[in-house]
């Protein structure tokens, strides 16, 4: 399984960013996918996560309200729509997937991982 996380960028602070995560090699009728951060010096963060079947979400409390998850089956792709970016956004965003039909946020839950994607915000 590959995945391609691309749409990161530099942007200021309130602007938004939509990125996307391409899963190609094998794909799941039913799984999850997720998406994490990794600031410099951090561990990676749990950002929001997606049930395949289902869609069903679950967010990071930093980001709700702010960020939505959504995929497109059709297309194998999951999204990760980020509005009002602040400075503490700032970090290399990465997808994960895993069959599992249910969700985590725990790195360790997931088998399938993207090269990620560097989103820096700017005040």
């Known amino acids: 399984v590959q995945l391609q996380a691309s749409g990161g960028g530099s942007v200021q602070a309130g602007d938004s960013l939509r990125l996307s995560c391409a899963a190609s090699?094998?794909?799941?009728?039913?799984?999850?996918m997720g998406w994490f951060r990794q600031a410099p010096g951090k561990e990676r963060e749990f950002v929001a996560a997606?049930?395949?079947?289902?869609?069903?979400?679950v967010y990071a409390e930093s980001v709700k309200g702010r960020f939505t998850i959504s995929r497109d089956v059709a297309k194998n792709t999951v999204y990760l729509q980020m509005n009002d970016l602040k400075p503490e956004d700032t970090a290399v965003y990465y997808c994960?997937?895993?069959?599992?039909?249910?969700?985590?946020?725990?790195?360790?839950?997931?088998?399938?991982w993207g090269q990620g994607t560097q989103v820096t915000v700017s005040s």
């Open positions: 994960a997937a895993t069959p599992k039909t249910y969700y985590s946020s725990r790195p360790m839950f997931y088998d399938y």
């Open positions: 997606i049930t395949w079947s289902g869609g069903s979400t």
């Open positions: 090699g094998r794909t799941f009728s039913r799984s999850t």
